[in-house]
Nanobody
Framework: QVQLVESGGGLVQAGGSRRLSCAASGRTFSDSFMGWFRQAPGKGRKFVAAVSWRGGSTYYTDSVKGRFIISRNNAKNTVYLQMNTLKPEDTAVYYC????????????????WGQGTLVTVSS
């Protein structure tokens, strides 16, 4: 059983920054990239960013390009999401997961989710 523990969320003012961490323990998939998803209040879970296994390639949804940076430290089994210039519309519960891509669509390759971490951006 794999465990995904997200942390780093909290309340931040618009324009501020926050760094999220995702610590993975237990079984880890070497054939999957890692990604972040978020679920805004009253909305579905959507893809935010992904990073290749060795960290050489990154992918972002348009709304966060230039503001967010995804990275990973495989020695620590940890994935990060540096969020800069935060906007109220970034308010959501953020989740990490192994991901796969098909025809430009990123999906959770594990089929399970952690508890997520709530990021609230005030205006």
């Amino acid at each position: 059983q794999v465990q995904l523990v997200e942390s780093g969320g909290g309340l931040v003012q618009a324009g501020g920054s926050r760094r999220l961490s995702c610590a993975a323990s237990g079984r880890t998939f070497s054939d999957s990239f890692m990604g972040w998803f978020r679920q805004a209040p009253g909305k579905g879970r959507k893809f935010v960013a992904a990073v290749s296994w060795r960290g050489g390639s990154t992918y972002y949804t348009d709304s966060v390009k230039g503001r967010f940076i995804i990275s990973r430290n495989n020695a620590k089994n940890t994935v990060y999401l540096q969020m800069n210039t935060l906007k109220p519309e970034d308010t959501a519960v953020y989740y990490c997961a192994p991901v796969t891509n098909q025809w430009g669509s990123w999906t959770n390759a594990l089929g399970a989710w952690g508890q997520g971490t709530l990021v609230t951006v005030s205006s």
